[in-house]
């Protein structure tokens, strides 16, 4: 399948929307809250605003899901729906640590193929188009793919700088990690993409524009997302909540679900 024109506009759109980003993050900013008590800043809305624009315009046919933008159900009966997520880690932002991303994700009968995860403070993106997949840093552009590490006690876990889990403190003492690493956003499964990283595990809920792009990001660099139970993770649901997903390179992947589902049990 070639998707060589929606990678390319899905990464010029996150840079585009990075850098509108980028010119509110060194000004006194306003915080509005959410109804579900999460914070909203303005750059939110003005990366939104011009993401969506910019796919409405180019793929007039396709489903928009946006994490400010009302649910039209209207994407349930189409096959091809872009999922954005226009400022991950919000929290990050208004922290002003720069682990905040852009993310875009295109999904064909709910698989993700395209994903772009840009990093506006950081001025680097992770980014595939189904086959190829790569990290530009430094005006550089690097393939990536995952590790090969396939015992624990060699892994690095990457763990949300925001949200606590005992849950998954005991879950990282059973399996012993070499290391634990705390980071914002999507940033954490890029640096599984990279090899930089293991295994990343999200037990609380997220959403499916929170993760879309990473998982696609993951899979083309040869790693592995699933939910909780080891399942694969399918987009454009009506639920679009996901509760829980384990990304790794792969090696461990089914020992890791199980460690999960033993505590759970």
Known sequence: MELGKEASIAQELALQAAAIIMGFYQQDMSVA????????TEADLAANKHILKGLKE????????????????????????????????TKEFIKRNGEFTVNI???????????VVCLPAKDEFYATDGEDVFVIKD????PIKVSDKDDFREMTLMKSR?????????????????DEKPAGSALKGCLVASGDADVYIRMGNTHEWDICALDA????????VTDLEGNPLKYNKDDTLVRGFVASNGKKHEALVGLIQDGQA
């Open 33 to 40: 809250e959410k109804e579900d008590k999460s914070p909203i």
């Open 58 to 89: 180019l793929f007039p046919d396709d489903a928009i899901l946006s994490e400010e933008a009302a649910d039209d159900k209207a994407r349930l009966d189409k096959s091809r729906v872009w999922t954005v997520d226009p400022l991950d880690g």
């Open 105 to 115: 994700a295109l999904a064909i009968d709910g698989v993700p193929v395209v994903g």
């Open 139 to 142: 005006s550089e552009r690097l």
């Open 162 to 178: 925001s949200h606590a889990s005992e849950a998954l403190i005991a879950i990282a003492k059973r399996a012993g990690f070499k």
């Open 217 to 224: 990001v993951i899979r083309a660099a040869g790693g592995v």
